[in-house]
C-alpha cells in the first residue's frame, strides 16, 4: 500500500517562500492525478493544486500565480513551490491522489507570519 510522507513546512514571514515535498513509498507513475490539500485551523480540508500523469496543472483562485506543483515519476515525489506566502496561507498541508483516495499523511505545518 502507497504510503505518503510530506515534508518541508516551517515558520516563514509574509512575502516568503518555502518548498513542499512529497514522497510516496510506492510508484506514483500509475496516478494521473495528484494534489496538494490542505486544513486551516477551524477549517476543512480544501484542494490547493493538482497535477496530472501529463502535466496539466489547476490551481486554487487563492493561490493562483503563487503557488507551482510539480511532480517527478522517477523519484515519485511531487512538490509544492509557494512564494509571496500570506498568512492566510497558514495551514498543514498534505498531498494525495486526486480525488483521495490513499491514507493521509502527518501532513507538514506552515506558518506564514504577519
Known amino acids: 500500500q502507497v504510503q505518503l510522507v510530506e515534508s518541508g513546512g516551517g515558520l516563514v514571514q509574509a512575502g516568503g517562500s518555502l518548498r513542499l515535498s512529497c514522497a510516496a513509498s510506492?510508484?506514483?507513475?500509475?496516478?494521473?492525478?495528484m494534489a496538494w490539500y490542505r486544513r486551516a485551523p477551524g477549517k476543512q480540508r480544501e484542494l490547493v493544486a493538482d497535477?496530472?500523469?501529463?502535466?496539466?496543472?489547476t490551481y486554487a483562485d487563492s493561490v493562483k500565480g503563487r503557488f507551482t506543483i510539480s511532480r517527478d515519476n522517477a523519484k515519485n515525489t511531487i512538490h509544492l513551490q509557494m512564494n509571496s506566502l500570506k498568512p492566510e496561507d497558514t495551514a498543514v498541508y498534505y498531498c494525495?491522489?486526486?480525488?483521495?483516495?490513499?491514507?493521509w499523511g502527518q501532513g507538514t505545518q506552515v506558518t506564514v507570519s504577519s
Open positions: 494525495n491522489v486526486q480525488p483521495p483516495w490513499i491514507a
Open positions: 497535477i496530472t500523469s501529463g502535466g496539466r496543472t
Open positions: 510506492g510508484s506514483t507513475s500509475s496516478f494521473n492525478a
